[in-house]
């Protein structure tokens, strides 16, 4: 019997961790994670038959967190759920990429800033690690970083967007739309699709990303978990 070939979007952080981002990828057994300080991801196999909750334990170790987007993952009901939320997956095929004279690249001397801006702004996980996933970009305004997005998970062929936040002051000047489209030109560069996840509940967000193309692809939930012990 065949098995049908899983959409590289359809498990992510697998995807990226065996592909793009190999160079990251902590394993034990069937299990990939990338490292704390990086990402929170943790990578199951698509087939639930072939890990264990067991496994993950001694994998992520007592009192270790981790974060899945999948939806068909419940954790045993003794370890604890960190947090829970109803997300979507949105494929920007058809978002029209566009170089942005202000944006600027960001760096390892920049993650005192980017970490600033995120602590403000809670545009979900960012550590300082984060940005050696892929390429941030930033606009400052009288010398101060006051918005920011960048590259997370690569699966073949997909980039993610990802920490998209604008400090509160500077809201409603379409400078994270600016930086989207700056992200998508080069993501479409290389010859790769962007894609992003978002909080279903973050309804201006799922606004804005759509307004510059990204169409829903599929509802996920986000789990954060921690394993029991220590």
């Known amino acids: 019997m065949t098995t049908a070939a899983v959409h590289p979007l359809d498990n992510p952080a697998r995807a990226a961790l065996t592909g793009p981002h190999a160079h990251f990828a902590e394993r034990q057994g069937e299990l990939l994670r990338y490292p704390v ?32 987007a999948r939806s068909d993952v419940v954790p045993p009901a003794d370890w604890d759920i960190v947090f829970h939320a109803e997300g979507v997956q949105m494929d920007g095929s058809g978002v029209r990429g566009e170089a942005d004279a202000e944006a600027v690249r960001l760096g390892s001397d920049d993650v005192p800033e980017m970490l600033d801006l995120v602590e403000r702004t809670r545009p979900g996980p960012f550590l300082p690690r984060t940005g050696e996933m892929g390429t941030y970009l930033g606009i400052r305004r009288d010398g101060r970083l006051v918005c920011m997005a960048g590259e997370r998970m690569r699966p073949p062929g997909w980039t993610e967007i990802s920490a998209v936040c604008t400090d509160s002051g500077h809201r409603g000047q379409g400078l ?5 489209r700056a992200l998508a030109a080069e993501i479409q560069a290389r010859g790769e699709r962007p894609f992003l996840h978002a909080a279903a509940s973050n309804t201006g967000a799922v606004r804005l990303y759509e307004s510059l193309g990204f169409e829903l692809r599929r509802k996920i939930n986000f789990t954060g978990v921690r394993v029991p012990g220590a």
């Open 37 to 68: 300080d990086v990402s929170p991801w943790l990578a199951l196999p698509d087939e639930p038959e072939s890990w264990s909750w067991d496994a993950v334990a001694a994998f992520v170790g007592a009192g270790g967190t981790f974060s899945v």
């Open 176 to 180: 994270a739309g600016r930086l989207i």
